[in-house]
Every structure is written in C-alpha cells, then in structure tokens.
C-alpha cells in the first residue's frame, strides 16, 4: 500500500485507531468517519470531508462515487469487525457461557478502541437509501443472531422473542456507554462486560 492506485488498507484497524491511514481513500475515509461522528451524515458535506484530508470535494469522486459511498464503506468495515471478532470468540470458546462471554468482551473491546466507527454504524445507518439499508440490517440481525443462539444454548427456557430482547439490551447497553461522552474511567471494559452479563442473565417473564 505505497500509492493511492493499490489496494487500500481498509480494516477498521486502519481506519478508526490512533495510526493514520497510509493512502488517500483511507484519509478520505477516515476523515470521513470522524466527521460523521461529530456532526452527524446529513450535516456532513463531501466539501467537508475534503478540506480535512486538504482535496478538492470532486476530487473525492475519483474514490468513492458519492457521500452515501462513504458511509456505505464505515457501515461495511464496521460490520466486518464484528464479525469478525463473533468468529474469534467462537474459536477460543468450549461451552455457550463461555461464547457467551467471549462475544461480550470481544465487542466491549472494539466498540472502546474504535468507538467512532462504531458510532457512526450505529447511529448514522438510518439515512441509507432503503435500498442499501436492508442489506446493511440484515448483516447486523445475523450478527446478533449468533449471540441469540449462543444466549438459548446457555438458557433453554428462553424462546427467541425473550433472548433476543435480551441481547438487543445488552448490545445497546455496551453501544452506548462504549462510544458515549465518558470513556476515561479505570476498569470500564470489565465493568461494562460484567454489566454486559447481567443483561443476559435477566429474568424474563
């Protein structure tokens, strides 16, 4: 990746840690995000986007063919993290409680290192077209599925309306706090991942 013709380095690693991008797509990209996360897409202009990586607005058109693009790509590279680390957790897991747990963490972590990107998935998806929206839903209900199925294999009394109510809490609950104002506290991973638990472990009537 030593010239903006190659293929771009576009894991979440790259785009939404402290390291700079390398090429030109990834600092549009990244700037991206970080504007999309501080002011929101609809108040975001591709103008915007270019004065931060110091381009032309047209010029961004040579990388991603519209605004929409943009946030098409973060939703994406979100969406692939997540996945992948539902994979890794899966691998380093022997039992349901132990996946269980490992889901958890796993997302407690990246939602903390890369929280504008997160943020941005979780907040900013709604102004996709419909059309690039149900693909994008669909990819995140198969994501939280997995913990679903995870969360009935360690609860067999739960039918699938109360688990996933409860993982819909518990991921909500881990989004919210993770990429929130006030992430500078001792310990907050593991109080969130113990919180994280707790939801799971909730009575359901």
């Given at each position: 990746m030593t010239t903006t013709d190659e293929a771009p380095?576009?894991?979440?690693d790259s785009?939404?840690?402290?390291?700079?991008?390398a090429n030109r797509r990834d600092?549009?990209?990244h700037?991206?995000?970080?504007?999309?996360?501080?002011?929101?897409?609809?108040?975001?202009?591709?103008?915007?986007i270019g004065k931060a990586v110091d381009v032309s607005g047209p010029a961004i058109y040579r990388h991603f063919s519209s605004k929409e693009g943009l946030l098409l790509e973060a939703i994406r590279l979100a969406a692939d993290e997540v996945h992948a680390i539902n994979g890794r957790a899966r691998a380093e897991a022997s039992d349901a409680r132990e996946l269980?747990?490992?889901?958890?963490?796993?997302?407690?972590?990246?939602?903390?290192?890369?929280?504008?990107l997160i943020a941005?998935?979780?907040?900013?998806?709604?102004?996709?077209?419909?059309?690039?929206?149900?693909?994008?839903s669909?990819?995140?209900?198969?994501?939280?599925?997995?913990?679903?199925?995870?969360?009935?294999d360690a609860r067999p009394e739960l039918d699938e309306p109360a688990a996933r109510l409860l993982v819909n809490?518990?991921?909500?609950m881990i989004t919210s706090i993770a990429t929130g104002p006030t992430t500078e506290v001792d310990g907050l991973a593991d109080s969130i991942t113990s919180m994280a638990l707790s939801t799971l472990d909730a009575p359901v009537d």
């Amino acid at each position: 990746m030593t010239t903006t013709d190659e293929a771009p380095d576009t894991s979440a690693d790259s785009i939404s840690s402290g390291r700079r991008p390398a090429n030109r797509r990834d600092l549009i990209l990244h700037a991206a995000i970080d504007l999309f996360h501080q002011r929101g897409y609809p108040a975001t202009s591709v103008d915007d986007i270019g004065k931060a990586v110091d381009v032309s607005g047209p010029a961004i058109y040579r990388h991603f063919s519209s605004k929409e693009g943009l946030l098409l790509e973060a939703i994406r590279l979100a969406a692939d993290e997540v996945h992948a680390i539902n994979g890794r957790a899966r691998a380093e897991a022997s039992d349901a409680r132990e996946l269980l747990a490992g889901y958890i963490r796993a997302y407690v972590d990246v939602a903390l290192e890369r929280s504008a990107l997160i943020a941005v998935w979780n907040s900013e998806a709604r102004h996709l077209s419909s059309e690039q929206r149900s693909p994008m839903s669909r990819r995140l209900r198969s994501w939280s599925t997995e913990w679903v199925d995870a969360l009935q294999d360690a609860r067999p009394e739960l039918d699938e309306p109360a688990a996933r109510l409860l993982v819909n809490g518990a991921i909500g609950m881990i989004t919210s706090i993770a990429t929130g104002p006030t992430t500078e506290v001792d310990g907050l991973a593991d109080s969130i991942t113990s919180m994280a638990l707790s939801t799971l472990d909730a009575p359901v009537d």
